[in-house]
């Protein structure tokens, strides 16, 4: 899990399908049988959070990516994650 994102409004983590799994061991059984990572964006302001995986996940890292490599404003991020927050459906709880 690598934190991405974080401000007063939003959150944004990488969550990565291997991560923690590197152990020495190369069984088939230690690792999962399909490698997937996903996004999870938190709206703060209405305290819901949305999950991206599978193709959502890919044209969501392109986006990462290219940020990276324009280093846009915050608040061009902000507008390019509230285009998000219509999914969000899950309310944030905490365990």
Do not use: C
């Amino acid at each position: 899990m690598q934190m991405l994102y974080d401000s007063d409004s939003f959150v944004v983590v990488h969550m990565m399908a291997d991560d923690g799994l590197d152990d020495g061991d190369d069984t088939a059984m230690a690792r999962p049988q399909l490698a997937r990572h996903g996004f999870e964006i938190v709206d703060k302001r209405s305290g819901k959070e949305v999950y991206l995986d599978g193709s959502w996940a890919e044209m969501f890292q392109q986006i990462v990516l290219a940020w990276q490599l324009n280093a846009p404003t915050q608040e061009e991020v902000e507008d390019t994650l509230e285009r998000y927050t219509g999914l969000a459906q899950n309310p944030v709880l905490v365990h």
